[in-house]
């Protein structure tokens, strides 16, 4: 993925990619990119997301960051105590799905 691989913008501290079809895909490609370790911002806001994208943000080294927010579907309940070690503000909004 040519936008978190490096190649595109090395020196690349923010991240904000926001109405995504495919986040847990961007969760997987963060986690094996080499810009994981500098960025101080990563914002993945209106996506859908997956048990298995959350399980590889919270295995991500993630050396500098210091905000963490994730809005969206699919979101696991527990996916803000998984995340809670990466950074020191770490913001998870679920969406809420209104049956009546």
Excluded: N, W
């Amino acid at each position: 993925m040519p936008l978190v691989d490096g190649t595109l913008a090395p020196r690349l501290v923010r991240l904000e990619i926001s109405g995504s079809t495919s986040t847990s895909a961007i969760c997987a490609a963060l986690a094996a990119s080499p810009i994981a370790g500098q960025l101080t911002s990563l914002q993945l806001t209106g996506g859908m997301f997956s048990y298995a994208g959350i399980t590889a943000l919270a295995r991500t080294r993630f050396a500098s960051l210091r905000e963490l927010k994730l809005t969206g579907g699919g979101i696991p309940a527990d996916a803000r105590d998984q995340l809670a070690h990466l950074a020191p503000k770490v913001y998870v909004l679920h969406d809420v799905v209104d049956d009546d």
